[in-house]
């Protein structure tokens, strides 16, 4: 898994840019980012109104975790952004994505950006790269991308076994 993460560069805007080779088709790939019972197996989502199509609802949801962060609170809430753009086999985008944390006021707005493509090295696997972006100066706004890296890391390993299994 390649990961390029800006979150300890303070000169820089934090964001995420993670991806992952799985040997899956692109299609099988997407389907799991919208399908609430695939959601609850890599992400550990407890609820989900997904719409792969312009202008539907991305909408998932954790339960609160016990952990309580000291910046940020208990872990879990709510994810909620519109998509903007579809494209079978090819990935999809979310725009005006907030995340509704169990305690304290939302973070957002962020942009949320699925793709998939062939693996130059492998033409048997599908590379998955996951970007998020959205930022304004903060502590809690640094935090978040800190943990929602890590996050990214293993729900994707989480996706990739799921799915090569």
Same mark, same amino acid.
């Given at each position: 898994?390649?990961?390029?993460?800006? !979150?300890?560069?303070?000169?820089?805007?934090? &964001?995420?840019?993670?991806? #992952? +080779?799985? =040997?899956?088709?692109?299609? @099988?790939? %997407?389907? !799991?980012?919208?399908?609430?019972?695939?959601? &609850?197996?890599?992400?550990? #989502? +407890?609820? =989900?109104?997904?719409?792969? @199509?312009? %202008?539907?609802?991305?909408?998932?949801?954790?339960?609160?975790?016990?952990?309580?962060?000291?910046?940020?609170?208990?872990?879990?809430?709510?994810?909620?952004?519109?998509?903007?753009?579809?494209?079978?086999?090819?990935?999809?985008?979310?725009?005006?994505?907030?995340?509704?944390?169990?305690?304290?006021?939302?973070?957002?707005?962020?942009?949320?950006?699925?793709?998939?493509?062939?693996?130059?090295?492998?033409?048997?696997?599908?590379?998955?790269?996951?970007?998020?972006?959205?930022?304004?100066?903060?502590?809690?706004?640094?935090?978040?991308?800190?943990?929602?890296?890590?996050?990214?890391?293993?729900?994707?390993?989480?996706?990739?076994?799921?799915?090569?299994?």
């Amino acid at each position: 898994m390649k990961k390029i993460d800006t !979150a300890g560069a303070r000169k820089q805007t934090p &964001g995420l840019d993670v991806s #992952v +080779a799985i =040997a899956a088709p692109a299609a @099988r790939i %997407l389907k !799991a980012f919208f399908d609430a019972e695939a959601l &609850g197996a890599w992400w550990q #989502v +407890a609820r =989900a109104v997904t719409t792969p @199509r312009t %202008l539907g609802p991305y909408a998932i949801e954790w339960v609160p975790t016990d952990y309580r962060d000291e910046v940020l609170g208990r872990l879990g809430g709510v994810f909620r952004g519109t998509v903007m753009h579809f494209e079978p086999g090819r990935g999809f985008f979310v725009a005006d994505a907030f995340w509704l944390p169990p305690d304290g006021d939302p973070i957002g707005p962020m942009a949320l950006e699925v793709s998939c493509s062939a693996d130059a090295s492998n033409p048997t696997l599908t590379r998955v790269r996951v970007a998020q972006t959205g930022f304004e100066e903060g502590t809690r706004w640094r935090r978040y991308y800190e943990i929602v890296g890590v996050g990214w890391e293993r729900a994707l390993g989480s996706l990739k076994m799921l799915l090569e299994k």
